[in-house]
Structure formats: C-alpha cells, structure tokens
C-alpha cells in the first residue's frame, strides 16, 4: 500500500509519507533509527519480512515507548468494539496472510543460504582437485 516504487521495500521516502498518513509523523533521523532497528540485511530499507518484524518486537515488549516504531505498532492495532466483528475479521484475515508470506520468505532464505552453502562446498572440492593436479606436474 505504501511502496510507491513497487519495488517490495518501504524505502526512507515510502516510510516518511505513511507515517504522516497513519498521523505519526517522524523526524529524519526518527525514521532512519526506525529502519535501522529492523534493518537485518542492512540495505537502508524495509523489506517484508523486517516490517513484520516491527510487530513481532512491539508484541515481545522490545519497542522503547517513545519510538517511531511502538507508534507505528500501535497504530496497526485493532480495537473491536469500534471496527466490530468484520473489521476484525479483515484484520486478523490480512495479518495471518501476512505470517503466511513471511514463512514462504524464511524458507526462500533457508533454500538460498542451503545452495550457498552447496556452491561453497563444490568450490572448495574443485580447489581441492585442481591443487593435486598442479602437484602431479611439479613432481
């Protein structure tokens, strides 16, 4: 919804208009410490699986009180008693699809690092080859 560059990350930009929509504007060192705080492969923004990571913080307890992301976390919350049962349901509908996607991702990571891991092995056993067949011609 926010990804105005459709390109599956919230960059700085992307960040600073939803949190402006949602009523939580930030600061521009607030929203680089957000992405920071959630930015496991370091690229400087939002992937899936780091923004779900906000609310898996914010549900542990390990958001500060004053942080962009508690407010951001907070705003995503549902009360109800005012949205009523449907609201609800679309609510909690969107967030299971949501973990559903982010355990497709964790095991796209897991089969990546498992063929890295695979390359490595097959460059170490060709290195191996290669240095006893250099000592056949030294001798």
């Not at 920071?36 to 699986?49: A, Q």
């Not at 969107?94 to 498992?114: T, V």
């Amino acid at each position: 919804r926010y990804d105005a560059g459709k390109d599956g990350f919230i960059d700085l930009m992307e960040l600073k208009l939803m949190m402006e929509k949602l009523g939580a504007p930030q600061t521009h060192l607030g929203l680089k410490n957000m992405i920071k705080e959630v930015d496991e492969d370091l690229d400087s923004k939002l992937s899936f699986r780091e923004f779900l990571l906000i609310f898996r913080k914010a549900a542990a307890g390990e958001l500060q009180e004053d942080s962009g992301l508690h407010a951001l976390a907070r705003l995503s919350e549902i009360d109800v008693s005012t949205e009523g049962v449907k609201g609800a349901k679309n609510f909690f509908e969107a967030k299971a699809q949501a973990i559903n996607e982010a355990s497709r991702f964790e095991e796209e990571i897991k089969a990546e690092q498992e063929e890295k891991k695979k390359q490595a092995e097959e460059l170490k056993q060709r290195k191996a080859a290669f240095k006893e067949l250099q000592s056949t011609f030294r001798q």
